[in-house]
């Protein structure tokens, strides 16, 4: 299970550092509105990550996420 988790974060982080909206709003369903707002404020800004390729996410600490079945 931890694979999973770590490869699901990893997938997740890289989109938010790419920028990807879309997918953001796919896997989110509207659940991280904060990410999304960032996101659109940085597009906005016209501004991006130095790097938006995550190398290593093997100790991820999460603060408050919810799985939801289906």
Avoid at 17 to 23: A, K, Q, S
Avoid at 30 to 58: H, M, T
Wanted: aromatic letters at 14%; glycine letters at 8%.
């Amino acid at each position: 299970m931890h694979f999973e988790v770590e490869e699901i974060f990893r997938e997740f982080y890289c989109n938010y550092l790419d920028g990807n909206l879309d997918y953001i709003r796919k896997l989110t369903a509207g659940e991280a509105v904060i990410v999304q707002a960032l996101i659109e404020l940085r597009n906005k800004e016209g501004w991006e990550f130095k790097y938006p390729e995550v190398l290593d996410c093997s100790v991820p600490d999460f603060i408050g996420a919810k799985m939801v079945e289906g």
